[in-house]
């Protein structure tokens, strides 16, 4: 789930755009599949769905919004899913209702604090901002990848449920099992169990009932 604010007062024109034009972003996308949800605390004055939109220089814009301009804050929470539109919307109601941004923004630094408290440390500013900003990034990926009510897209791009574990993506092994798997037997092992169990899944559902090598949101990259 994400959640944003954008000030409607400083904007002459505001306009929200889904754009994926970018061919970085194209080939990131391909074969994998996301399935959006939003809402806004402010109505729009336009929308189109379209992927045949020219905006500007701009192509490839799938969605379009335009929105009045306003002196109150627009406020919009987004959510994902993988599986389809009833899973994003589903994401979107358990993480968000009746939550402000101002709220998920202290939950969510609440969050990191209790997640990053698990070592307890002393040192100067240098050596503490070097350790926690390396633990922080310890915990970007894996990534659950599943959506509420447990269910996700497998390897084989068939709908699953998750039975008893989170289930996990991004594992570029090469890198992480040296150190990382190592580090979360110390300081999380049940989100080591649950990524063990979530590589045994995309082994069983492999055509080639191989575990990953780079596992990625329902793919396999090959790599490493």
């Known amino acids: 789930m994400l959640n944003y604010r954008l000030?409607?007062?400083?904007?002459?024109?505001?306009?929200?755009?889904i754009d994926i034009d970018d061919p970085i972003v194209f080939?990131?996308?391909?074969?994998?599949?996301?399935?959006?949800s939003f809402q806004t605390d402010v109505p729009f004055l336009k929308d189109i769905l379209d992927d045949r939109l020219k905006i500007g220089l701009l192509r490839k814009v799938v969605s379009y919004f335009e929105f009045k301009e306003g002196n109150t804050p627009l406020e919009i929470k987004v959510a994902l899913s993988a599986v389809g539109t009833d899973g994003a919307l589903k994401n979107l109601q358990a993480e968000t209702?009746?939550?402000?941004?101002?709220t998920i923004r202290k939950e969510t630094n609440g969050k990191w604090e209790n997640a990053l408290s698990v070592i307890d440390a002393k040192g100067s500013n240098d050596q503490l901002s070097m350790l926690y900003t390396s633990l922080y990034h310890t915990m970007i990926n894996p990534s659950v990848y599943m959506d509420v009510d447990g269910k996700y897209r497998g390897i084989d791009h068939n709908i699953h449920q998750a039975e008893g574990f989170t289930n996990y993506t991004v594992f570029s092994v090469w890198d992480t099992y040296r150190a990382l798997h190592p580090l979360f037997n110390i300081i999380n092992r049940r989100v080591n169990t649950d990524i063990a169990r979530s590589m045994l899944k995309h082994c069983e559902q492999s055509v080639h009932k191989a575990l990953p090598i780079w596992s990625h949101m329902a793919n396999e990259n090959w790599c490493m």
């Open 27 to 36: 080939l990131l996308l391909e074969d994998r599949i996301f399935l959006l």
């Open 7 to 17: 000030n409607l007062e400083k904007c002459s024109s505001i306009f929200l755009m």
């Open 97 to 102: 209702t009746g939550k402000s941004f101002d």
